[in-house]
């Protein structure tokens, strides 16, 4: 196979991904939009981590509620629990990574938030701790995940959200997980500034 017909099933493969994942998603992120648009309206807050990539998706769609996606409109509740370098690694250094998120939950959430905890395996040891502490403060869960969703699918409460991938590769995963925000986003303003068509 020469390069360009590499490049070529990439993106085949990436387009198979997605259309599976379309079939079995669109329910569980449309009940992630009024989950978190319930959560926005009543003066609550959207918290996202995950880490590697998905730390990059936890801030990319922190900032696109602050921000704005497509529409103007004024600034949604939301941050990203990886960006600040001197919270995280302290907890780190003085307690355990596992904790640099559960302890940001633990300060910041509020029954009635969001915390969208993403991990592309569902295994990730310091957002399944995030989610344990999400559950214990009344603070709904999104869990963005693929792989059959680890260990998380099955930390998961009755009024959590599960948006699981049906892939195994992870590059895949990643790029159903970032159309998976962009929904979320569209999902969000659509609610709250009606429907632009």
């Known amino acids: ?17 997605k ?3 379309a079939a079995t998603m669109a329910a569980p992120i449309a009940a992630a939009v009024q989950a978190m648009v319930a959560c926005l309206r009543t003066g609550g807050k959207i918290m996202a981590c995950g880490n590697g990539g998905s730390a990059a998706d936890s801030q990319h769609f922190a ?12 600034p949604l509740a939301a941050i990203a629990l990886t960006t600040d370098t001197s919270t995280l ?20 959430g509020r029954r009635g ?17 995030a989610i344990a502490v999400a559950q214990a403060q009344g603070v709904r869960v ?15 409460a009755a009024a959590d959200i599960h948006l699981c991938v049906p892939a195994s590769r992870t590059a895949r995963i990643q790029e159903v997980h970032l159309l998976t925000l962009h929904c979320l986003c569209d999902g969000i303003d659509t609610l709250m500034l009606g429907d632009p068509s």
């Not at 900032?63 to 529409?71: M, P, Q, Y």
């Not at 792989?147 to 998380?152: N, V």
């Open 142 to 156: 999104v869990a963005l995940t693929g792989k059959g969703g680890g260990k998380m699918a099955g930390l998961l």
């Open 113 to 129: 938030d969001v915390l969208l905890a993403i991990s592309t395996s569902g295994n990730s040891p310091n957002v399944v701790e």
């Open 63 to 74: 900032a696109e509620l602050v921000n704005r996606f497509e529409r103007e409109r004024a």
């Open 1 to 17: 196979m020469n390069m360009e017909e590499r490049i070529r099933s990439q993106f085949a493969a990436s387009i198979e991904a």
């Open 19 to 21: 259309q599976a994942a």
């Open 89 to 108: 690694t302290s907890i780190g250094n003085d307690y355990r990574y596992e904790d640099v998120f559960a302890k940001q939950v633990q300060a910041l």
